[in-house]
């Protein structure tokens, strides 16, 4: 049950939490993005440490394909206390899901040999070997071949014990349904029963800034002057809802969209995307019709969704991935509110199940069913 | 390589002589059109219309400029003579003249629009000249006109109230 405290706003009370954290764990690592949530919590942790004299980690795991403001802002974050930062920037290889490219569905991040095209050269203080041992490595994805991004993490954090990574997770933020799942089962620290994080193997996973709103986010930012990624201002400027603004990744089935507005924000950083990998172009100029990317109408060469998804699962060009589709599929209602978000798997490239599909009659035709009822 | 130059030859002809083609892709919205209007009051025709002629039809058939043709219509600017060029292509490769002419061209990098619009504001331009002569809507130009940011925004908010979960 949520309860409010009317007598401490948000920012109190992270203060209390932090401290909190910093009384009860002698390892504290925070995970940032480059974004606002993070760079909000990141400060507080810093201020914290620093009034301590204490070392916390800094921990971004880099998908090379971001935003250079992203890499600004990281840089930026590691250099406000570096005596009291323990810089956690790591430049591994793992495997990210391209939804723009159809042919090149995966693109393995920092790839050996292909330094050339890289987004960027490594910066030379980061971290470029994986920090656990080849033969502990764990949690490879079997559609992906490999090692994804949330393998990385759980790895990364499977090599510390007793430590409180804290993420800046925020329940009225993206997230809402994650927000309750991990408060299902408050933990236990030292005897105080803590709702606003997990455990996690030894360690605990903890969100201090859980309850901020959007306005307090931008509020403490504005206080304390913090630099903050420039993508917001540009979002700004071109008409995006304060509470939408994303700084997300560029290239994933969630944020795709991203790139639409890339040439205006970043032109420097889409000519790189261009060269490094293939389906960027056609992204852009398309991610915002809803024919393609969203596949909310019908193109009107295919007279049903069920029909399109026939074509779109027989012309898919890598076998592999189609016997996934095919067998996920196979598994489903076949109507047609099903085959449009089938569809949208497959045009988005999905192979990994991440937009799940709603499998359940088709509500038109329940409709229908109802009305010859009543007619 | 020898580029030719068809811009070199511009003709007059009369507006009734000129239709469009069937298959052009490209679609200008609405406030866009009014902005190619005011470009044409305050710049003059600077381009022409690229056409081929058609033998069978008797008439010159766009390739690019369909929507400047719209504005030299009765119920916009009311042109009576156009100016085009003609171009000497088969079907095929008038499509693609079409793409290319629609397709190659950039966009305004967000920050520089940006300058842009403040350093005509400093030149003594006030917001609404700016509005019809750029086609930007006054809410645009002041979000334009912020040089300081998002954050500046919340600067008299107050932080919210703080919660907490708890058994039922």
Redesign the interface.
Same mark, same amino acid.
């Given at each position: 049950m949520q309860k409010y405290d009317n007598n401490k706003n948000v920012l109190d009370a992270a203060k209390e939490r932090i401290s909190f954290v910093f009384d009860n764990f002698e390892n504290i690592i925070v995970s940032i993005s480059g974004g606002k949530d993070s760079t909000t919590l990141a400060h507080l942790a810093l201020t914290e440490a620093h009034n301590r004299s204490r070392k916390i980690g800094l921990f971004f795991l880099d998908e090379e394909v971001v935003y250079q403001n992203t890499i600004d802002q990281i840089e930026y974050l590691m250099n406000i206390y570096p005596e009291n930062t323990n810089r956690l920037w790591l430049q591994i290889e793992f495997l990210l899901t391209n939804s723009t490219s159809l042919e090149e569905g995966q693109l393995k991040c920092w790839e050996a040999g292909k330094h050339k095209i890289w987004m960027r050269s490594k910066g030379k203080n980061n971290i470029f070997a994986k920090p656990w041992a080849k033969e502990k490595e764990k949690y490879h994805n079997a559609a992906k071949g490999g090692l994804g991004f949330y393998g990385v993490l759980e790895n990364f954090q499977d090599c510390y014990k007793n430590t409180a990574f804290l993420v800046g997770l925020r329940a009225a933020g993206e997230s809402p349904n994650r927000w309750r799942a991990v408060t299902k089962n408050p933990i236990n620290i030292n005897g105080n029963k803590v709702y606003w994080g997990s455990k996690k193997g030894e360690n605990v996973v903890l969100y201090p800034i859980y309850d901020w709103n959007f306005h307090d986010i931008w509020h403490y930012i504005y206080d304390n002057k913090l630099r903050y990624s420039k993508i917001y201002d540009f979002q700004f400027k071109k008409g995006f809802g304060i509470s939408e603004m994303r700084v997300s990744s560029l290239i994933h089935e969630k944020s795709f969209k991203s790139i639409c507005e890339l040439p205006e924000f970043e032109p420097k950083t889409y000519d790189k995307l261009l060269k490094r990998i293939k389906g960027i172009s056609f992204a852009q100029e398309t991610g915002k019709n809803s024919k393609m990317f969203k596949a909310r109408k019908l193109p009107k060469n295919f007279k049903s969704w069920i029909v399109y998804r026939d074509f779109l699962l027989n012309t898919y060009p890598d076998p592999a991935k189609k016997n996934l589709f095919a067998k996920r599929f196979s598994k489903h209602l076949n109507n047609e509110f099903v085959a449009r978000q089938q569809c949208r798997q497959i045009i988005l490239n999905d192979y990994e199940n991440n937009l799940a599909i709603q499998n359940k009659p088709d509500p038109r035709e329940e409709l229908i069913e109802y009305y010859k009822g009543v007619l | 390589m020898k580029i030719k130059i068809p811009c070199m030859n511009i003709k007059l002809v009369s507006r009734d002589m000129v239709i469009a083609n069937s298959y052009n892709p490209n679609s200008v919205p609405i406030n866009k059109m009014e902005l190619l209007k005011q470009s044409i009051i305050d710049n003059g025709f600077c381009f022409p219309i690229v056409t081929i002629w058609d033998n069978d039809l008797e008439k010159y058939v766009i390739i690019d400029g369909f929507h400047r043709f719209t504005i030299c219509q009765p119920n916009w600017l009311d042109i009576t003579e156009v100016p085009i060029v003609v171009l000497d292509h088969d079907i095929s490769k008038r499509m693609a003249a079409t793409m290319q002419f629609n397709k190659a061209r =950039?966009?305004? !990098?967000?920050?520089l629009d940006?300058d842009l619009i403040r350093s005509l504001l400093e030149q003594g331009q006030n917001e609404e000249e700016i509005s019809i002569h750029l086609g930007i809507d006054t *809410?645009?130009i002041h979000? /334009?006109k912020s040089l300081t =940011?998002?954050? *500046?925004?919340?600067?008299n +908010? !107050? /932080? +919210?109230?703080?919660? +907490?979960? *708890?058994? *039922?």
């Open positions: - | =950039g966009v305004h !990098q967000v920050d940006a *809410e645009t979000r /334009y =940011g998002i954050a *500046e925004l919340f600067k +908010s !107050q /932080y +919210s109230m703080s919660w +907490s979960v *708890e058994e *039922e």
